[in-house]
Nanobody
Framework: QVQLVESGGGLVQPGGSLRLSCAAS????????MGWYRQAPGRQRELVAI???????TYADSVKGRFTISRDNAQSVGYLQMNSLKPEDTAVYYC??????????WGQGTQVTVSS
């Protein structure tokens, strides 16, 4: 059974940092593309960043230069380092693993709130 468990969310002041983790089990982590998405209230889920199985990375324009996605294939864990957080980064953040069109897995989400 495939499980993705996110952690690391919380309340942080503007300008602060958080690191999200996504621990995967029941899956060959290294062959999947891994992405972080977020969904704010009343808005559609959007891509934040993705790292492919070949370790190419892509970022949403809104987070470039502030967020860093990484992965530890040996530990089956993915990370999202978020720096210089802004109130508009407030959302539920989701981890996603994707392999082709057939294998698509989501975590349960972790809340990130940026507020003073």
């Amino acid at each position: 059974q495939v499980q993705l468990v996110e952690s690391g969310g919380g309340l942080v002041q503007p300008g602060g940092s958080l690191r999200l983790s996504c621990a995967a089990s029941g899956i060959i982590f290294s062959i999947y593309d891994m992405g972080w998405y977020r969904q704010a209230p009343g808005r559609q889920r959007e891509l934040v960043a993705i790292t492919t199985s070949g370790l190419r990375t892509t970022y949403a324009d809104s987070v470039k230069g502030r967020f860093t996605i990484s992965r530890d294939n040996a530990q089956s864990v993915g990370y999202l380092q978020m720096n210089s957080l802004k109130p508009e980064d407030t959302a539920v953040y989701y981890c996603n693993l994707l392999l082709g069109a057939k294998f698509n897995y989501w975590g349960q989400g972790t809340q990130v709130t940026v507020s003073s």
